[in-house]
């Protein structure tokens, strides 16, 4: 049984920094991509990046590059996403997601989500 399990978001004020982890279990991790999506109220669910549990190739949406990282521990079967400089508009639920077709940005292309973590920065 897939297992995601998300946490690490909080209250920041604006240029602060937080760290999300996803922690994953049932995978056979060295198949999948996993990506961190994020959903602002009264918007549509948005892809923020993604990282191949292989090789740790990653990708980015333009509005985090520079700002957020993400990264993965093999041994703890963990994703994280150090997020810095934080912005207002960074404010949304965030989701861990794993998907089989590489760094896809679309969220139909992955099969197991976690249950959500909330961020909220604060001007």
């Known amino acids: 049984q897939v297992q995601l399990v998300g946490s690490g978001g909080g209250l920041v004020q604006a240029g602060g920094s937080l760290r999300l982890s996803c922690a994953a279990s049932?995978?056979?991790?060295?198949?999948?991509?996993m990506g961190w999506f994020r959903q602002a109220p009264g918007k549509e669910r948005e892809f923020a990046a993604a990282?191949?549990?292989?090789?740790?190739?990653?990708r980015y949406v333009d509005s985090v590059k520079g700002r957020f990282t993400i990264s993965r521990d093999t041994a703890k079967n963990t994703v994280y996403l150090q997020m810095n400089s934080l912005k207002p508009e960074d404010t949304a639920v965030y989701y861990c997601?794993?998907?089989?077709?590489?760094?896809?940005?679309?969220?139909?292309?992955?099969?197991?989500w976690g249950q959500g973590t909330q961020v909220t920065v604060s001007s």
């Open positions: 997601a794993a998907t089989l077709l590489g760094l896809s940005r679309w969220a139909e292309d992955y099969n197991y």
């Open positions: 049932g995978l056979t991790f060295n198949r999948y991509t």
């Open positions: 990282i191949t549990w292989g090789t740790g190739s990653t």
